[in-house]
């Protein structure tokens, strides 16, 4: 194949928040779009890397809204956790329609619907070339699916996080509102963190940080995307120590 570069990393955390999964849609699901991603994650995998994805819940509900609206937080935090679990469900299903073998496990025990999260079990898949969708972040109130994410990366000894946004990278300032921000093709960990930059939680940015693992920053909105971040090509931002 032409664009065949071999992939940067051996095993990887892709960090796909609830609105990449609302495409067009005001709000959850949009099918064509979980379609489109489940491809991409089925092409990326077949450059011999395993995937884990760690999906996020604010295309239903965010715990922050929850608790807006007078709901405590740690039970509003639960809600969106489980509205995490709604969307590594439609991922698994997405995935399988696409001829590969997905498994979602949640870090929220609910044996019913998908396996509970366990370290050893995900290994077991990733080793097996399943790809492993993980929801309920990490599991405990007050913490977001990024840090669940960097959380995941380092426990499952991942050589990089993948974060899929709706742009390509991390900008000087809000590049939808301020036609002059800059993109980084480069920051340190530090640099994230002292510059408050918004694209993941200071938690997420300073668990990276601690245990050295790399952020890569990439747009998910074109076909293809996941596979091209993970050859390295494209545009993104590395955020690394
Ligand atoms: N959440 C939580 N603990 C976690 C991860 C997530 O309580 O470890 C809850 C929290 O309420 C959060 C919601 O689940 O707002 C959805 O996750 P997130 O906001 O990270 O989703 P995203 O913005 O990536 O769609």
């Known amino acids: 194949m032409s664009d065949e570069h071999p992939a940067l990393y051996r095993r990887v955390v892709i960090k796909l928040s609830g609105e990449a999964l609302t495409g067009p849609d005001p709000f959850g699901l949009n099918a064509p779009t979980v379609a489109r991603i489940a491809a991409d994650l ?3 995998v077949s450059l011999g890397v395993e995937i884990a994805v760690v999906v996020g819940g604010g295309n239903f509900f965010r715990g922050m809204q929850g608790a807006d609206k007078g709901i405590e937080r740690a039970r509003a935090d639960s809600i969106g956790m489980l509205a995490t679990v709604m969307n590594a469900l439609a991922i ?11 498994r979602a496990l949640s870090a929220v025990p609910m044996p019913s619907v998908c396996q ?7 290994l077991h898949h990733l080793a097996k070339r399943r790809i492993c969708v993980l929801a309920g972040g990490t599991g405990n109130p007050f913490f977001t699916t990024d840090t669940g994410a960097v959380l995941r990366a380092a426990e499952l ?5 993948m974060k899929a946004t709706l742009v390509d990278g991390v900008y000087s300032a809000d590049p939808k509102i301020d036609p002059s921000a800059t993109r980084y093709e480069h920051l340190t960990h530090d ?11 200071t938690a997420a940015f300073a668990l990276a940080r601690e245990n050295r693992i790399p952020i890569v920053v990439f747009s998910i909105v074109d076909h293809g995307a996941i596979r091209s971040a993970l050859q390295g090509k494209g545009r993104f931002t590395l955020v690394s120590p």
């Open 191 to 201: 640099q994230a963190i002292s510059q408050n930059l918004a694209v993941m939680d």
């Open 157 to 161: 000894s991942s050589d990089a996080v």
């Open 92 to 102: 698994e299903a997405a995935i399988e329609a696409e001829g590969h073998a997905a």
């Open 42 to 44: 089925v092409s990326a």
């Open 116 to 122: 509970p999260y366990s370290r050893q079990a995900t």
